[in-house]
């Protein structure tokens, strides 16, 4: 009986591969190093400009405080509330106190003993500049509600003067003072006036 012969198969073709599937290879040695270098790079020039930007930022702040030291005249000129911080640093600076002098913590007291009221009134005087200043007399005075004057005396301290940024107390009393006497003003006395 005859054999049955299979059908010679048709020889395999290579499959060809599609674009959808990479193939399976790594990266070459190139192409490693560039991105590495590329990566390096990247942070060398992030480093410089945070350098950089440091830089500018003290080189600002350091142009701003010589401003403020140099300027500093000016600048209390423009604004007076700054003549306050200028002091605390102990940095003299020029103003409308020609005196060099200031009165601080002022206080008033009154106490009645045996019927006769008693006013006191006392305080600080600080010397805001760097060289010691005389202290003048000082005048106090006892202002009505419409702020008028209704008494004044003057009284003088121990001490001859004030040392550089130091401070010195002074406290003077005065009997009965008037009945429509409500605040107390008190002010150094310019001797050449």
């Not at 423009?78 to 409308?96: M, R």
Request: overall charge negative; aromatic content about 6%.
């Amino acid at each position: 009986m005859p054999k049955k012969v299979a059908a010679e198969s048709a020889p395999d073709k290579p499959v060809a591969s599609t674009p959808d599937t990479p193939p399976d290879q790594g990266m070459s040695i190139e192409q490693m190093t560039a991105s590495q270098a590329g990566a390096a790079a990247n942070g060398n020039s992030g480093r410089k400009r945070r350098w950089i930007a440091w830089l500018l930022l003290l080189l600002v702040v350091v142009v701003l405080v010589c401003g403020a030291y140099f300027g500093r005249n000016y600048v209390v000129q423009v604004w007076p509330g700054s003549a306050t911080a200028y002091q605390y640093l102990q940095i003299d600076v020029e103003t409308q106190n020609l005196l060099g002098l200031e009165i601080h913590d002022l206080k008033t007291k009154s106490v009645m003993q045996n019927g006769v009221t008693t006013l006191t009134v006392s305080g600080v005087i600080k010397n805001v500049t760097e060289s010691p200043q005389p202290v003048p007399r000082i005048k106090i005075a006892l202002i009505d509600d419409g702020g008028q004057s209704v008494y004044s005396w003057t009284t003088a301290t121990e001490d001859p003067e004030v040392p550089p940024w130091g401070q010195i107390e002074f406290s003077s009393s005065m009997n009965q003072p008037p009945d429509e006497a409500k605040n107390v003003k008190v002010d150094l006395i310019d001797p050449e006036n």
